[in-house]
C-alpha cells in the first residue's frame, strides 16, 4: 500500500513569508508525528497528534509554528513569518497508535528561506 | 525530562571491522528503544527496536538499564552499512518519540 506522502517535496521561500508543509499519513494510522531534521542537529520532535486526544505540542519552537490535523488524516504544519533558521528538512511520520509501535516515515519536504 | 545522546556524530571504520555505535538515554522508567536508520536518499527507516529482541542485517542492540545505555552492534561492518543511524525512545504506548541527534557510519573498504 502507499506509504507516507508530504508535499511538497521542495520549497524555496523569502524570509517573513507564511508555509504550509502537507503530510498525508498511511491509512488508519491514528498517530502523526512532525520532525524537523537539520545538519547536524539530528531530528528535532515538533509535534504529535494521537486520534482525538489534545495534541502534544511540546516540540514547537515558537508560536510561528502550528499545525492541523484534519479528520484524523491529512495534517498541514504551518510556518507563519518564515526566518532563515527554519530551513530545514521537515519530516512526517505516521503509526498504529497500537502500544510502542513502528513509525513510518514520509520522504520530507526541504525547506529554504532565503 | 527524556533525553536520548549519541555522542558520535562519525563513526568511521574498516570493512570487516566490529562497529558499536552509542546511545544513552535519561529516563528512569522503562521505555522502548529503536534505532532507526537512513541510507543515501532513502525515507528513514525502523533498524530493530528493544521489544524484538531480533538481529537486522547483523546487528544487535541491548538494553542495559543499569548504564541506561542502547548501544547498537554488528561484529563486521559491510560497506552497505554506511548510512545515517538514529537512536531513539518512546517512554509509554501513546506517547512522543524522542530522537538522538545521530551518528553518521562510513565503511571504508
Known amino acids: 500500500g502507499a506509504g507516507v506522502s508530504q508535499s511538497p517535496s521542495n520549497k524555496v521561500t523569502e524570509k517573513g513569508k507564511d508555509v504550509e508543509l502537507r503530510c498525508d499519513p498511511i491509512s488508519g494510522h491514528t498517530a502523526l508525528y512532525w520532525y524537523r531534521q537539520s545538519l547536524g542537529q539530528g531530528l528535532e520532535f515538533l509535534i504529535y497528534f494521537q486520534g482525538n486526544s489534545a495534541p502534544d505540542k511540546s516540540g514547537l519552537p515558537s508560536d510561528r509554528f502550528s499545525a492541523e490535523r484534519t479528520g484524523g488524516s491529512v495534517s498541514t504544519l504551518t510556518i507563519q513569518r518564515t526566518q532563515q533558521e527554519d530551513s530545514a528538512v521537515y519530516l512526517c511520520a505516521s503509526s498504529s497508535g497500537v502500544g510502542t509501535d513502528t513509525q513510518y516515515f514520509g520522504p520530507g519536504t526541504r525547506l529554504t528561506v532565503l | ?109
Not at chain 2, 525530562?1 to 522508567?29: D, H, I, W
Not at chain 2, 528513514?44 to 543499569?66: C, M, P, V, Y
Not at chain 2, 518512546?90 to 553518521?104: C, H, L, P, W
Request: some cysteine.
Open chain 2, 1 to 109: 525530562a527524556q533525553r536520548v545522546t549519541q555522542p558520535e556524530k562519525l563513526l568511521s571504520v574498516f570493512k570487516g571491522a566490529p562497529v558499536e555505535l552509542k546511545c544513552n538515554y535519561s529516563y528512569s522508567g522503562s521505555p522502548e528503544l529503536f534505532w532507526y536508520v537512513q541510507y543515501s536518499r532513502q525515507r528513514l527507516q525502523l533498524l530493530l527496536r528493544h521489544i524484538s529482541r531480533e538481529s537486522i542485517k547483523g546487528f544487535t542492540a541491548d538494553l542495559n538499564k543499569g548504564e541506561t545505555s542502547f548501544h547498537l552492534k554488528k561484529p563486521f561492518a559491510q560497506e552497505e552499512d554506511s548510512a545515517m543511524y538514529y537512536c531513539a525512545l518512546q517512554y509509554s504506548s501513546a506517547s512522543k518519540i524522542i530522537f538522538g541527534s545521530g551518528t553518521r557510519l562510513s565503511i571504508r573498504p
